[in-house]
């Protein structure tokens, strides 16, 4: 699937969702396609105004085999109705795309807001604190009886096993192996038997969980 015709797609998808026309499109959507909005997104009447700007922001592209591709990112809309009730308002989106004979449809869409998602505080072996968001983590590695947090370009290792830090995390993140635990918001691809992440960084995956995996990272949000 090309890349640049997905992005296409969800920028005009995101568009007609916020006029309240994108449920019942065809050339997009199917009968089967499942929606999952959180809190009163969309309007009742109208949707957005015409004159509202979309900005979109970050877009990852994950393609899961020929047939899917799970594309996740933030957006906003920007209200433009006078100075005093200007309002942008950020989303998070993932959407589930599928090539069929008709085109690319979507078959699943998740829409949020607060793109940051949980906060967590990290204190360090080293004695520091830090304040994350799901959005800054990449992924936790296991240690001995020590978690490292990945957070793009600082690692930050705290006291405890993943077991434990697992039970506290958001549903944004998957286990990809008794070591690893990714944050599938910055899952760029997968492959067999690895996936990448938005910064270059390749995780295996072992050969038995690889299709448990995948599934996970198709299903979570969508």
């Known amino acids: 699937m090309e890349q640049g015709e997905l992005m296409c797609n969800v920028?005009?998808?995101?568009?007609?969702?916020?006029?309240?026309?994108?449920?019942?499109?065809?050339?997009?959507?199917?009968?089967?396609?499942?929606?999952?909005?959180?809190?009163?997104?969309?309007?009742?009447?109208?949707?957005?105004?015409?004159?509202?700007?979309?900005?979109?922001?970050?877009?990852?592209?994950?393609?899961?085999?020929?047939?899917?591709?799970?594309i996740m990112g933030t957006y906003s809309v920007l209200s433009q109705k006078g100075v005093k009730e200007r309002k942008e308002i950020f989303y998070h989106m993932t959407t589930l795309m599928k090539y069929t004979r008709h085109g690319i449809k979507v078959m699943g869409i998740h829409i949020s807001e607060n793109i940051n998602g949980k906060?967590?505080?990290?204190?360090?072996?080293?004695?520091?604190?830090?304040?994350?968001?799901?959005?800054?983590?990449?992924?936790?590695?296991?240690?001995?009886?020590?978690?490292?947090?990945?957070?793009?370009?600082?690692?930050i290792e705290t006291m405890g096993n993943l077991k434990s830090k697992e039970e506290k995390l958001s549903e944004n993140f998957v286990r990809i192996h008794r070591g690893f635990i990714v944050n599938q918001y910055h899952i760029r691809k997968v492959e067999k038997y690895y996936l990448e992440l938005d910064n270059g960084e390749r995780l295996g995956i072992p050969v038995k969980k690889y299709v448990d995996v995948r599934e996970k990272i198709i299903d979570a949000k969508v």
């Open 119 to 155: 906060e967590y505080l990290l204190e360090s072996t080293k004695g520091s604190r830090h304040f994350m968001n799901d959005i800054d983590i990449y992924y936790l590695e296991a240690g001995h009886n020590r978690t490292l947090w990945h957070c793009g370009d600082e690692v």
């Open 11 to 70: 920028k005009k998808i995101i568009r007609l969702m916020h006029k309240g026309k994108a449920f019942y499109n065809s050339e997009y959507c199917t009968q089967n396609t499942r929606w999952v909005i959180d809190g009163h997104l969309i309007k009742e009447e109208g949707g957005c105004d015409e004159q509202d700007f979309i900005r979109h922001k970050n877009y990852n592209i994950c393609l899961c085999g020929d047939k899917y591709a799970l």
